[in-house]
């Protein structure tokens, strides 16, 4: 209580209960905070297996080739827990390890291949593990292989090697020789 120079009387509260109210307000926002980012990393966070260099279709998946990290997806996704198995597609550098990626079968065995296309006759988007028709002229001479490297400074320009089954390594040789050679990239 106290009184004004005009005679009035009021009652006032002291700074003591300001400040536990705004200590109280204070702890219970982070409280919330606590809670809201607790909660969010154990629903949203997963283990994950991520390609370290390309893997072509049919070839032997292990540890080596993949990467462990943590990941938040949108989604839940049937991921890898243990890289293990043959790849049922060619996978590129950072892509997830899916458990559609991945059979218990045989791997086939795989030969690289360096084939001579010119520049012009690339797909800019060309990335190692994507998978590819190549074409000489208008006749198809491969199908199904799975690029490990595109032209750079270690391959040369107007180069991309490709990994193939052993059965298609005749058909790849012969490729490399002609100089009508185009990528079809699968989507």
Do not use: K, Y
């Not at 009035?8 to 219970?28: C, E, K």
């Not at 994950?48 to 997806?73: C, H, K, N, T």
Request: hydrophobic content about 45%.
């Amino acid at each position: 209580m106290s009184v004004r120079p005009d005679g009035n009387v009021h009652l006032t509260r002291g700074p003591g209960r300001a400040r536990l109210t705004v200590g109280v307000g204070l702890i219970a926002a982070a409280a919330i905070v606590a809670g809201i980012a607790v909660t969010g990393e154990e629903v949203d966070h997963q283990r994950a297996w991520i390609a370290r260099e390309p893997v072509p279709a049919g070839a032997r998946i292990d540890s080596l080739a993949f990467e462990q990290v943590s990941v938040s997806l949108p989604e839940p996704a049937a991921l890898v827990t243990q890289p293990a198995g043959v790849a049922t597609r060619g996978l590129a550098p950072g892509e997830l390890l899916t458990v559609s990626d991945v059979t218990g079968g045989e791997a086939t065995e795989q030969r690289l291949v360096t084939l001579p296309i010119p520049a012009d006759r690339l797909p800019v988007q060309l990335r190692p593990g994507d998978t590819v028709d190549i074409w000489d002229h208008d006749l198809p001479v491969l199908s199904d292989v799975t690029v490990q490297r595109t032209a750079g400074a270690d391959l040369g320009p107007g180069r991309v090697e490709v990994s193939v089954p052993v059965e298609q390594t005749r058909a790849a040789v012969r490729a490399a020789s002609s100089q009508g050679l185009v990528v079809a990239v699968h989507p």
